[in-house]
Nanobody
């Protein structure tokens, strides 16, 4: 079993930045892909971005590409989501996810991921 703990959310003004963190523990594997999703009230969970196990291959949704960056530190079992130029429409609960997800396309589907964090709220004011 793998446990994921998200943190780093908060309230920020439009144009500002936040960095989310996800700490993994338990039976983690350095081969796990790590990803981030978000869910706004009344909406489905939406893919934000993901990184394969090495960090060399990343995938981002069009809505965040160029503004958000995923990084990971496998030695510390940590993954980060740096969010810049935040917009009000980025407001959501953000979840990290882990699993043996090995294709760019499959990364975008919540059902592809086995483990989930509890979520951290990000609110961007206009």
């Amino acid at each position: 079993q793998v446990q994921l703990v998200d943190s780093g959310g908060g309230l920020v003004q439009a144009g500002g930045s936040l960095r989310l963190s996800c700490a993994a523990s338990g039976r983690t594997s350095s081969r796990d892909a790590m990803g981030w999703f978000r869910q706004a009230p009344g909406k489905e969970r939406e893919f934000v971005g993901a990184s394969n196990w090495s960090g060399r291959r990343t995938n981002y949704s069009d809505s965040v590409k160029g503004r958000f960056t995923i990084s990971r530190d496998n030695a510390k079992n940590m993954v980060y989501l740096q969010m810049n130029s935040l917009k009000p429409e980025d407001t959501a609960v953000y979840y990290c996810a882990a699993g043996l997800v090995d294709t760019i396309v499959s990364m975008t589907f919540p059902a592809s991921w086995k483990y989930w964090g509890q979520g951290t709220q990000v609110t961007v004011s206009s």
